[in-house]
């Protein structure tokens, strides 16, 4: 069984850093692209980041460029969201999500884990 | 940057009836970058649809996709109870957002 199961996620002051991990079980992990997907309370879905299978690509939207970096460690089946320089806006639900071979969608999701930035 | 416009923005049916959700993109997008999300209160979300057309595995058939170009279409052909939920599009496209989704439908009961 697929499972993706997030953690880090918590209260954080503007101007604050926090790293996300997700933690994959129940497929090869190392063979698939992966992604964040964030939610802010009451808003829709965002993308936000996504790497390849090997790390040797990462893309970003445009609004967290510069300070959020994505990674993995295929040893330990596990995926991270480092991010530098939270703003109120950042406020969500951070879902990782695994990619669809083959196809850009995104066929297992975590639980999410809840990122507040606030003073 | 392709935009997803979703319509209605909320569709109230009783269970039974039909539900048939619209998802218009800004330029023409490519069937096979084409998905549906599921997300019900409280849960991630699930993939429905993808490839405009395809059910993702133990799917319901009361679930289908349609659509090309700018115009796609979920319908569900009998809502059960448990189909009251939000469902998202999403397509896959050039920066800056690589993937982008739609701002949603919110099924509910009338």
């Known amino acids: 069984e697929v499972q993706l199961v997030e953690s880090g996620g918590g209260l954080v002051q503007p101007g604050g850093s926090l790293r996300l991990s997700c933690a994959a079980s129940?497929?090869?992990?190392?063979?698939?692209?992966m992604s964040w997907v964030r939610q802010a309370p009451g808003k829709g879905l965002e993308w936000v980041a996504n790497?390849?299978?090997?790390?040797?690509?990462?893309y970003y939207v445009d609004s967290v460029k510069g300070r959020f970096t994505i990674s993995r460690d295929n040893a330990k089946n596990s995926l991270y969201l480092q991010m530098n320089s939270l703003r109120a806006e950042d406020t969500a639900v951070y879902y990782c999500?695994?990619?669809?071979?083959?196809?850009?969608?995104?066929?297992?999701w975590g639980q999410g884990t809840l990122v507040t930035v606030s003073s | 940057e392709i935009v997803l416009t979703q319509s209605p923005g909320t569709l109230s049916l009783s269970p039974g009836e039909r539900a048939t959700l619209s998802c218009r993109a800004s330029?023409?997008?490519?069937?096979?970058?084409l998905a549906w999300y599921q997300q019900k209160p409280g849960q991630a979300p699930r993939l429905l649809i993808y490839?405009?057309?395809s059910r993702a595995t133990g799917i319901p058939d009361r679930f289908s996709g349609s659509g090309s170009g700018t115009d796609f279409t979920l319908t569900i052909s009998r809502l059960e109870p448990e189909d009251f939920a939000v469902y998202y599009c999403?397509?896959?496209?050039?920066?800056?957002?690589?993937?982008?989704f739609g701002p949603g439908t919110k099924v509910d009961i009338k």
């Open positions: 999500a695994r990619g669809m071979q083959q196809l850009p969608n995104f066929d297992y």
């Open positions: 129940g497929f090869t992990f190392s063979s698939y692209w």
């Open positions: 790497i390849k299978q090997d790390g040797s690509e990462k």
């Open positions: 330029q023409s997008v490519s069937s096979s970058y």
């Open positions: 490839g405009a057309s």
């Open positions: 999403q397509q896959y496209g050039s920066s800056p957002g690589l993937f982008t």
